[in-house]
């Protein structure tokens, strides 16, 4: 059993930075592959990125591609997912997911995850 908890979200201007952290509980979170995926008002849930248990591969949605960074830290049991150049659509509940085992290294569907932090909101005004 893994418990994800998000922090790091709030209101930000267009152009702006966050980052948003995710912390794991359990000894095994190093072996788990982790995303990030948002739920913008009215819409469906969606794959931001995705970072394998090592780190070693990391995969984005392209709309994110240049602006947002994922990262681990095993040590920390913590997922990182820095989001620069932030812009209105932007907007959404974001949120982290841990997947046991993924069909490649990485996951990137929501069926493929099997625990789901609470979501932090990021609101970006333009």
């Known amino acids: 059993q893994v418990q994800l908890v998000e922090s790091g979200g709030g209101l930000v201007q267009a152009g702006g930075s966050l980052r948003l952290s995710c912390a794991a509980s359990g000894r095994t979170f190093s072996s788990y592959a982790m995303g990030w995926f948002r739920q913008a008002p009215g819409k469906e849930r969606e794959f931001v990125a995705a970072?394998?248990?090592?780190?070693?591969?990391?995969y984005y949605a392209d709309f994110v591609k240049g602006r947002f960074t994922i990262s681990r830290d095993n040590a920390k049991n913590t997922v990182y997912l820095q989001m620069n150049s932030l812009n209105a659509e932007d907007t959404a509940v974001y949120y982290c997911a841990a997947s046991r085992d993924p069909p490649s290294a990485i996951a990137t569907m929501l069926d493929e995850y099997d625990y789901w932090g609470q979501g932090t909101q990021v609101p970006v005004s333009s």
């Open positions: 970072i394998s248990w090592s780190g070693g591969s990391i």
